[in-house]
């Protein structure tokens, strides 16, 4: 049981390593118009929610994951993902071999520009959070830390749909 909830944590990790922590406000990303122009509407920046929660009892222990992915996009295309994934277990060995295993995940991306995580534990609850911002960060670098970037990021960007796809199959719902 142990291994089925530490492979959902990598695998929630991985996800976390191209898609990003917590939440804000949606904010307008152009300068509004002067005159009633409809050619030149403003695009404004959409936010599209991802939430998956999942418990599991044992004799040995209590594991509850929630998931939650905020995902900033305007027109088709993601522009910041924040991403928070948390488990929560009686079992502080089994927190600390998550810790052990999300920070050797994230390793390589420690010095990205534009990419930013951390993994505490506190109490009972070990917290991941992570900060994308896809406007500014180095696609190619993250291709370069892992090929399979490359499977979500085309041409230097990550389409809303495809992220959206990738959080449903993990069994999130997503909300835009």
Do not use: W
Request: proline share 1%; glycine share 4%; hydrophobic share 30%.
């Amino acid at each position: 049981m142990k291994r089925k909830y530490l492979f959902l944590v990598v695998l929630g990790c991985c996800l976390l390593l191209l898609t990003g922590c917590g939440t804000d406000s949606n904010k307008n990303l152009t300068e509004g118009n002067s005159g009633n122009d409809s050619s030149n509407e403003e695009s404004k920046e959409q936010v599209m929610i991802c939430h998956n929660s999942s418990s599991q009892t044992s004799s040995q222990n209590n594991v509850k994951l929630d998931l939650t992915y905020t995902v900033y996009y305007v027109d088709d295309y993601v522009t910041r993902v924040k991403s928070v994934e948390e488990v929560e277990s009686d079992d502080t060995d089994l927190l600390e071999a998550y810790q052990d295993q999300v920070e050797k995940i994230y390793e390589p991306y420690k010095n990205v520009r534009y990419y930013d995580y951390e993994v505490v534990i506190s109490g009972k609850r070990l917290t991941s959070r992570v900060d994308i911002d896809y406007e500014h960060i180095d696609t190619d670098k993250l291709i370069d830390i892992d090929s399979s970037n490359a499977t979500l990021i085309k041409d230097g960007k990550v389409a809303i749909d495809d992220i959206e796809n990738l959080y449903e199959q993990i069994g999130a719902s997503c909300e835009r």
